[in-house]
């Protein structure tokens, strides 16, 4: 079954086709990164418009690409669930408009559930119950993967997401947006230990994350730098707050392999594909404790080719949306209906670069 995928949920433009959920016979991305560098922040509408501008060059590339037509499609699936509302609405009308023209099915896809399967697509060997460290731009959670479409949340931040911290810290050093791959970068040639910020929520034993106290501390340390008419060693900078990201997201990893029992761990999102978290994950995978499932790094951003992948399933399982199908910014995920969004004036309209 050759399904063909499309993402729109936030700044990329996803188009892919693959065939049965797992081969991926195209997987076509517009970054609009240079777009939004200047506002430091993805500014929702701009987004849009550019998504508008791409979907359908993308949608030929991607079938070129797989050297196949629109007729050999057997179903349309599209993140209609979770990310920006004006982005979502232009991959959901694109996708509506390819199933009415093909007469095909149509299923909308939780755009979580895409970064999820993006593990299962590559790791065949990955078994249910594994647990997920969730980590993106609009969310950073901990999951029980039960089943596709069954997820229990065991923890999720409670302000920022790590993402969020990454983008905001950069924008505070003007260094562009995104940050995470900026940071990360610069991190690699900076002392981890020139500063000492704090490891949140780090003391009790729970699963949860805080990132934005964290943030708060090093935006306080750079405005003191300025302030004395040192300019800030940005390397040293990224690599100390790089550290205490990482920290927390092995030390509540490690936490709920424990308190779980479950011993494969799989990691998805855009800081997914951080290295120094790569490095700790392998680093943690050598002790036997846990063993850990990655994705390649273009199936950690979004992508058009988790959202067919997860479309293949569920239209084999006989779902079909209608052509009254929705963008639903805020959907909660799976069958449990999670709710894993902190309560934060933006969470309801997605990043903002004011925030
Ligand atoms: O999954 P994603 O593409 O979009 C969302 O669904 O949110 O994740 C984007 C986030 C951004 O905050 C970006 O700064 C971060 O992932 N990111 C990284 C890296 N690459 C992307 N963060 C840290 N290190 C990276 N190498
Ligand atoms: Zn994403």
């Known amino acids: 079954m050759l399904v063909l995928g499309l993402d729109t949920s936030c700044d990329d433009t996803g188009v892919a086709l693959v065939e049965d959920g797992y081969e991926i016979r195209s997987n ?12 430091g922040g993805i500014v ?21 690409r797989a050297d196949v037509g629109l007729s050999e499609i057997d179903g349309v699936a599209v993140s209609s669930d979770q990310g920006l509302a004006p982005c979502l609405a232009v991959g ?26 993006s593990n299962l697509m590559v790791h065949r060997d990955l ?12 969310h950073t959670m901990i999951l029980v993967a039960q089943q596709l479409g069954s997820y229990q949340l065991i923890g999720h931040s409670r302000d920022d997401s790590a993402g969020e911290a990454y983008d905001k810290i950069a924008r505070r050093l003007g260094l562009g947006y995104p940050g995470g791959p900026i940071i990360d970068k610069l991190a690699r ?39 004395d008419g040192e300019s800030p060693v940005v390397e040293d900078i990224a690599a100390s707050f790089q550290e205490a990201v990482v920290d927390v997201l092995i030390e509540k990893t490690v936490r709920a392999v424990a308190k779980s ?4 761990l799989a990691v998805a999102g855009g800081v997914a594909a951080n290295s120094r978290l790569r490095e700790r994950l392998e680093e943690l995978s050598r002790t036997d404790e846990v063993r850990v499932f990655s994705p390649p790094g273009e199936l950690c951003i979004d992508n058009g080719a988790m959202i067919a992948g997860v ?45």
């Open 189 to 227: 040639k900076g002392n981890p230990a020139a500063f000492s910020f704090p490891r949140p929520m780090m003391t009790d034993d729970s699963l949860e994350f805080s990132f934005s106290g964290l943030k708060t501390a090093v935006n306080r340390t750079i405005a003191q730098l300025e302030a």
């Open 44 to 64: 929702p509408t701009v987004a849009s418009r550019q998504h508008c501008r791409a979907v359908n060059p993308l949608i030929e590339m991607a079938l070129a």
């Open 311 to 355: 479309g293949y399933h569920a239209l084999l399982a006989g779902q079909r949306a209608s052509l009254r199908l929705d963008a639903c910014p805020n959907a909660p995920l799976g069958d449990l209906g999670i709710r894993y969004r902190h309560n934060s004036k933006y969470a309801s309209a997605g990043r903002h670069p004011a925030s």
């Open 261 to 264: 029992g479950i011993r494969s």
């Open 28 to 39: 076509v991305v517009a970054s609009q990164h240079l777009f939004h560098e200047r506002y």
């Open 92 to 117: 959901v009308a694109a996708a509506k408009a390819l199933a009415l023209g093909t007469g095909k099915p149509l299923v909308g896809v939780h755009h979580v559930e895409g970064h999820i399967y």
């Open 127 to 138: 078994q249910f119950p594994f647990l997920c460290l969730t980590v993106a731009g609009g």
